[in-house]
């Protein structure tokens, strides 16, 4: 029969603080900074795409084979194509971020970001996309690329820029005195 273990009792247990882990232990701006990061990374490296990518259906892959042998630009490529999923994976992680913390409440703030996800989705979509248009028609390729640089991304700065302004007029309004 095995010795029954005593507790410690209090005079002699060691004095240890309770310790509580952080929730987000490098802050709660890290999911936010990280996608603003990969937002400047995708506008360099896509304006830089903008100079190889023919949205045609004859040449669409052909450009971007063009980019891998002819050129030392592949990396353009690559980058954007790495800096597209670490977006959309940092965005998602900020949203969840704010639902867990309770910060869904704002209405206004969680609309706007449940929408810029999306954008984000839609943005890396149309990416997927357009390499693979050869089997599409002139006007739908021609419309997903219209989609992919322009409406998407300027629709996502203006939600962001829609959100910062408000922010900062909350963030101005004097407080309200009891």
């Not at 273990?5 to 709660?28: C, M, N, Y």
């Not at 977006?87 to 998602?92: G, M, N, R, S, T």
């Not at 943005?123 to 693979?132: C, D, E, N, Y």
């Not at 992919?148 to 004097?174: D, F, K, N, Y």
Request: proline content about 8%.
């Amino acid at each position: 029969m095995p010795a029954e273990i005593s507790p410690i009792p209090e005079d002699r247990a060691p004095k240890v603080a309770p310790t509580t882990l952080p929730l987000f232990p490098l802050g709660p701006w890290l999911w936010s900074s990280l996608a603003v990061v990969f937002w400047s990374l995708l506008v360099v490296t896509g304006l830089g795409l903008l100079f190889f990518y023919q949205p045609t259906p004859g040449a669409a892959r052909e450009s971007l084979v063009e980019l891998r042998e002819a050129t030392s630009f592949d990396f353009l490529r690559s980058l954007h194509d790495w800096a597209s999923h670490g977006l959309v994976i940092a965005a998602w992680l900020h949203l969840m971020r704010v639902f867990v913390v309770g910060s869904y409440r704002r209405l206004f703030g969680w609309t706007i970001s449940v929408l810029l996800v999306a954008l984000l989705i839609a943005q890396a979509w149309t990416g997927f996309l357009l390499p693979r248009g050869d089997g599409a028609s002139a006007i739908s390729l021609t419309a997903v690329y219209a989609l992919h640089v322009a409406l998407l991304p300027l629709l996502t700065v203006a939600l962001v820029g829609l959100w910062r302004r408000r922010r900062e007029a909350r963030r101005l309004q004097p407080e309200e005195s009891p």
